[in-house]
Protein backbone atom coordinates (compact mmCIF):
# COMPACT_ATOMS: atom_id res chain seq x y z
CA UNK A 1 0.00 0.00 0.00
CA UNK A 2 1.49 3.29 -1.05
CA UNK A 3 1.66 6.01 1.97
CA UNK A 4 -0.58 8.79 1.95
CA UNK A 5 0.91 11.88 0.69
CA UNK A 6 -1.31 15.48 0.54
CA UNK A 7 -0.84 17.67 -2.44
CA UNK A 8 -0.65 20.81 -0.69
CA UNK A 9 1.93 19.78 1.17
CA UNK A 10 4.28 23.01 0.28
CA UNK A 11 1.41 25.41 0.29
CA UNK A 12 0.87 23.90 3.89
CA UNK A 13 4.68 24.74 4.91
CA UNK A 14 4.49 27.93 2.89
CA UNK A 15 1.72 28.86 5.75
CA UNK A 16 3.31 27.90 8.36
CA UNK A 17 6.37 29.72 6.85
CA UNK A 18 4.24 32.94 7.15
CA UNK A 19 2.65 31.88 10.17
CA UNK A 20 6.27 31.86 12.33
CA UNK A 21 6.96 35.24 10.37
CA UNK A 22 3.41 36.43 12.07
CA UNK A 23 4.68 35.33 15.06
CA UNK A 24 8.43 36.64 14.92
CA UNK A 25 6.92 39.92 13.79
CA UNK A 26 4.42 40.12 16.75
CA UNK A 27 7.38 39.40 19.30
CA UNK A 28 9.35 41.99 17.66
CA UNK A 29 6.81 44.78 17.87
CA UNK A 30 5.97 43.73 21.85
CA UNK A 31 9.66 44.03 22.31
CA UNK A 32 9.60 47.62 20.77
CA UNK A 33 6.95 48.45 22.98
CA UNK A 34 8.91 47.26 26.37
CA UNK A 35 11.72 48.83 25.60
CA UNK A 36 9.63 52.15 24.79
CA UNK A 37 7.93 51.43 28.39
CA UNK A 38 11.17 51.15 29.81
CA UNK A 39 12.54 54.54 28.17
CA UNK A 40 9.13 56.45 29.56
CA UNK A 41 10.02 54.89 32.87
CA UNK A 42 13.99 56.19 32.70
CA UNK A 43 12.00 59.92 31.92
CA UNK A 44 9.61 59.59 34.66
CA UNK A 45 12.61 58.86 37.02
CA UNK A 46 15.28 61.49 35.56
CA UNK A 47 12.50 64.04 35.78
CA UNK A 48 11.38 63.44 39.48
CA UNK A 49 15.07 63.24 40.32
CA UNK A 50 15.30 66.67 38.60
CA UNK A 51 12.87 68.06 40.41
CA UNK A 52 13.59 67.41 43.46
CA UNK A 53 17.19 68.44 43.36
CA UNK A 54 15.35 71.91 42.05
CA UNK A 55 13.29 72.01 45.06
CA UNK A 56 16.32 71.68 46.80
CA UNK A 57 18.37 74.24 45.40
CA UNK A 58 15.43 76.44 46.00
CA UNK A 59 15.09 75.93 49.54
CA UNK A 60 18.95 77.12 49.76
CA UNK A 61 18.69 79.73 47.28
CA UNK A 62 19.48 79.70 43.05
CA UNK A 63 20.20 82.10 40.86
CA UNK A 64 17.89 82.51 38.07
CA UNK A 65 20.52 81.31 35.19
CA UNK A 66 20.52 77.96 37.28
CA UNK A 67 16.88 77.84 37.82
CA UNK A 68 16.03 78.63 34.00
CA UNK A 69 18.98 75.50 32.83
CA UNK A 70 16.73 73.19 35.44
CA UNK A 71 13.40 74.16 34.26
CA UNK A 72 13.97 74.07 30.45
CA UNK A 73 15.79 70.44 31.73
CA UNK A 74 12.42 69.32 33.20
CA UNK A 75 10.90 70.60 29.76
CA UNK A 76 13.03 68.64 27.52
CA UNK A 77 12.42 65.57 29.36
CA UNK A 78 8.71 66.31 29.22
CA UNK A 79 8.64 66.50 25.63
CA UNK A 80 11.02 63.61 25.71
CA UNK A 81 7.93 61.70 27.66
CA UNK A 82 4.83 62.57 25.04
CA UNK A 83 7.42 61.67 22.40
CA UNK A 84 7.72 58.06 23.59
CA UNK A 85 3.77 58.04 24.38
CA UNK A 86 3.02 58.99 21.26
CA UNK A 87 5.28 56.49 19.87
CA UNK A 88 3.83 53.92 22.17
CA UNK A 89 0.46 54.47 20.81
CA UNK A 90 1.36 53.58 17.36
CA UNK A 91 3.00 50.58 18.50
CA UNK A 92 0.38 49.01 20.29
CA UNK A 93 -1.59 50.10 17.11
CA UNK A 94 0.63 48.39 15.14
CA UNK A 95 0.72 45.58 17.52
CA UNK A 96 -2.77 45.35 16.83
CA UNK A 97 -2.38 44.96 13.21
CA UNK A 98 -0.08 42.09 13.57
CA UNK A 99 -1.95 40.26 15.67
CA UNK A 100 -4.98 40.06 13.28
CA UNK A 101 -2.38 39.59 10.90
CA UNK A 102 -1.23 36.56 13.00
CA UNK A 103 -4.71 35.50 13.68
CA UNK A 104 -4.99 35.16 9.77
CA UNK A 105 -2.32 33.45 9.22
CA UNK A 106 -2.99 30.76 12.11
CA UNK A 107 -6.58 30.24 10.39
CA UNK A 108 -4.85 29.73 7.09
CA UNK A 109 -2.86 27.19 8.38
CA UNK A 110 -5.43 25.57 9.93
CA UNK A 111 -7.78 24.96 7.24
CA UNK A 112 -5.12 23.17 5.11
CA UNK A 113 -3.75 21.44 8.38
CA UNK A 114 -7.73 20.19 8.98
CA UNK A 115 -7.98 19.04 5.24
CA UNK A 116 -5.07 17.30 5.28
CA UNK A 117 -6.23 15.07 8.33
CA UNK A 118 -9.67 14.94 6.65
CA UNK A 119 -7.98 13.36 3.43
CA UNK A 120 -5.53 11.01 4.91
CA UNK A 121 -8.82 10.03 7.06
CA UNK A 122 -10.22 9.36 3.90
CA UNK A 123 -7.21 7.40 2.42
CA UNK A 124 -7.13 5.51 4.92
CA UNK A 125 -10.55 4.35 5.17
CA UNK A 126 -10.87 3.67 1.24
CA UNK A 127 -7.45 1.71 2.21
CA UNK A 128 -9.16 -0.30 4.34
CA UNK A 129 -12.01 -0.69 2.26
CA UNK A 130 -10.43 -1.95 -0.61
CA UNK A 131 -8.17 -4.17 1.60
CA UNK A 132 -11.19 -5.62 2.95
CA UNK A 133 -13.04 -5.95 -0.71
CA UNK A 134 -9.80 -7.68 -1.56
CA UNK A 135 -9.72 -10.22 1.44
CA UNK A 136 -13.48 -11.25 0.90
CA UNK A 137 -12.67 -11.89 -2.90
CA UNK A 138 -9.83 -14.44 -2.06
CA UNK A 139 -11.79 -15.96 0.28
CA UNK A 140 -15.02 -16.12 -1.65
CA UNK A 141 -12.27 -17.85 -4.69
CA UNK A 142 -11.08 -20.13 -2.07
CA UNK A 143 -14.57 -21.46 -1.07
CA UNK A 144 -14.98 -21.74 -4.31
CA UNK A 145 -11.93 -23.80 -5.23
CA UNK A 146 -12.42 -26.13 -2.22
CA UNK A 147 -16.51 -26.50 -3.49
CA UNK A 148 -15.35 -27.48 -6.72
Keep these: MRRFQFRL ?3 LRYREYLEKQAKQAVASVRSDIVQCEER ?14 LEEEIATGIDSKRYTHYTDFIESIDAGIQTEAVHREALRTLLLEKQKQLAQRSVDKKVLEKLKDRRREEYYQ ?19 RSRG
Design 9 to 11: ASL
Design 40 to 53: IARYETEQAETTKA
Design 126 to 144: EALRTFQKETDDMIVTRNE
